[in-house]
């Protein structure tokens, strides 16, 4: 079921309904606020809508399925979608009340189909690719943990490249596994303080997005401790690290790029003064590109300047800056950075050894734009990296690179699951498709037991047309190949939805 877009929360589960929501808001944050908030917004609908938990999001992951073939499964599913109206990717969605099952164990989302994203949050990769703005080489400066990395990947149908960088080396592995999960294959993922890049690789990319660190005064409604910490001191200190960070995004910005400067906060000091202070450093290279009718009901948010600066009581979201900045000419470059990259660990293959691989790759049911994305291997290892991205070998050092395709082992090569399920062709004589039931086994890590097995020796599980995984058949089972850190050990169904 579609709904139209409202501001009017849909029912929240009986879990959600028992859960208390009382955000701390400092007074010196109240009063600042106070300050800024446009004279057609009421204070006391703002306070109470920070106090009200959010509701839930998704948003279709179209590298895998089409937002039509999603809504005809969420509608088997009898979930209730009302469309976000800056993301035709993105939803509100309602479940059924006695649902109380992870929306982060749903089938779908194991299989890719939908990530778990904040409405608000899909605004800053829609301003990117605003006017039609096609990039071909793109850099997240604060990827982590993917979702806009990932929605970045699906409106570039996986062409093109991204960096995505992650300061925290914890969280490195969370935007990776996101990455995979969803079926990026034109990614490479770096570790770097953002401040970086100005000097590393000037004048590199076509567009740039820094969702920046901030005070995170708009979250509360997702986390209710958020602003425990905060102080006015504070959000002085931030803001010299986000001047600091769109600096240097603009030194890595092509002359005619575009670059999105975004936060989850609301005050003046980390939003418009960074953007005019950038305006003002560079007044003949940088200009601001409004985002007046990004959307239908943008002007509700629309700021003189020609932002997006959304109070939470207004689209009923999580509160949020967008600004869209285009560099008009080229400026003086930074003095080149001190550090040495170090050797490069990889080499291309020959074009016979690729040959060999692409061929035993398509006997096996995998198959990659081969014009767009090139063979290396490191030792016994073969990876497949986005050719766009070549270029930068050697300017900075890479913590993962495109996809590991395979191991070289005595009798041919070992494909890696997430070149299976991100590359597997959609239709093949090796598919197994297997049924709610056994994808719940599958993800549980456990052999499964189908009632016919497989004609062939090894094949590619499928779930709603999705691959799943490589796996061998062994008598009447088929072994699980699923790897260990992806199994899930908590309750699985097909039609589970819940704040996650």
Not at 40 to 66: G, H, Q, W, Y
Not at 306 to 324: I, K, M, N, T, W
Not at 411 to 424: C, D, P, S, T, Y
Not at 431 to 446: K, M, N, S, T, Y
Request: proline share 7%; aromatic share 8%.
């Amino acid at each position: 079921m579609i709904r139209s877009p409202s501001t009017r929360s849909p029912t929240l589960s009986k879990h959600a309904q028992a859960s208390t929501h009382t955000a701390k808001l400092p007074p010196a944050f109240l009063n600042a606020t106070r300050e800024i908030m446009p004279a057609e917004l009421s204070m006391d609908e703002f306070i109470a809508a920070c106090n009200r938990p959010l509701r839930p999001s998704l948003r279709v992951n179209t590298l895998k399925i089409s937002v039509a073939d999603f809504i005809t499964l969420a509608a088997s599913y009898h979930w209730e979608l009302t469309p976000i109206p800056w993301c035709a990717e993105g939803f509100w969605i309602r479940r059924h009340d006695d649902d109380e099952t992870r929306l982060g164990n749903a089938l779908a989302h194991l299989a890719g189909l939908f990530y778990i994203q904040e409405a608000s949050s899909m605004l800053p990769v829609t301003a990117l690719f605003a006017h039609q703005t096609e990039p071909q080489l793109v850099m997240d400066v604060a990827a982590a943990p993917g979702s806009k990395t990932t929605q970045i990947a699906a409106l570039m149908k996986n062409q093109g490249g991204i960096v995505a960088n992650e300061y925290s080396a914890s969280r490195v592995k969370v935007l990776h596994a996101n990455i995979s999960r969803c079926g990026v294959t034109n990614t490479a993922l770096t570790h770097f303080d953002g401040r970086v890049f100005g000097a590393a690789l000037p004048e590199t990319f076509d567009a740039i997005l820094l969702d920046a660190p901030c005070s995170g005064e708009g979250v509360v409604r997702k986390d209710p401790d958020a602003m425990s910490n905060w102080s006015e001191a504070s959000v002085v200190e931030i803001a010299a690290t986000q001047r600091e960070l769109i600096n240097s995004a603009f030194h890595a910005l092509k002359p005619g790029g575009v670059l999105v400067y975004s936060t989850c906060t609301l005050n003046a000091q980390e939003n418009q003064q960074i953007c005019q202070w950038l305006l003002d450093e560079y007044p003949d290279a940088a200009e601001v590109e409004s985002l007046e009718g990004l959307f239908a009901g943008a002007e509700k948010t629309l700021t003189t300047e020609g932002y997006l600066h959304v109070f939470p009581q207004v689209y009923d979201s999580e509160g949020f800056f967008v600004a869209r900045l285009r560099k008009t000419a080229p400026i003086d470059r930074l003095p080149a950075p001190g550090y040495k990259v170090g050797r490069f660990p990889f080499s291309p293959l020959s074009r016979k050894d690729s040959a060999d691989v692409i061929l035993a790759a398509k006997a096996s049911g995998i198959v990659w734009p081969e014009k767009t994305m090139t063979l290396w291997q490191r030792d016994k290892e073969l990876w497949l990296f986005p050719a766009v991205l070549e270029p930068l070998f050697g300017k900075v050092r890479f913590s993962r690179i495109g996809m590991r395709l395979a191991e070289r082992f005595s009798k041919g090569f070992r494909w890696q699951h997430e070149a299976v399920i991100a590359l597997a062709a959609t239709s093949s004589s090796n598919h197994f498709p297997i049924d709610d039931e056994l994808a719940q086994a599958w993800f549980r890590g456990v052999d499964i037991y189908p009632p016919q097995t497989p004609d062939t020796d090894e094949c590619t599980v499928v779930w709603q047309q999705q691959p799943l995984g490589l796996a061998k058949r062994i008598g009447s089972r088929i072994k699980n190949s699923l790897p260990r850190e992806l199994v899930r050990d908590g309750a699985i169904r097909p039609q589970n939805l819940t704040t996650d």
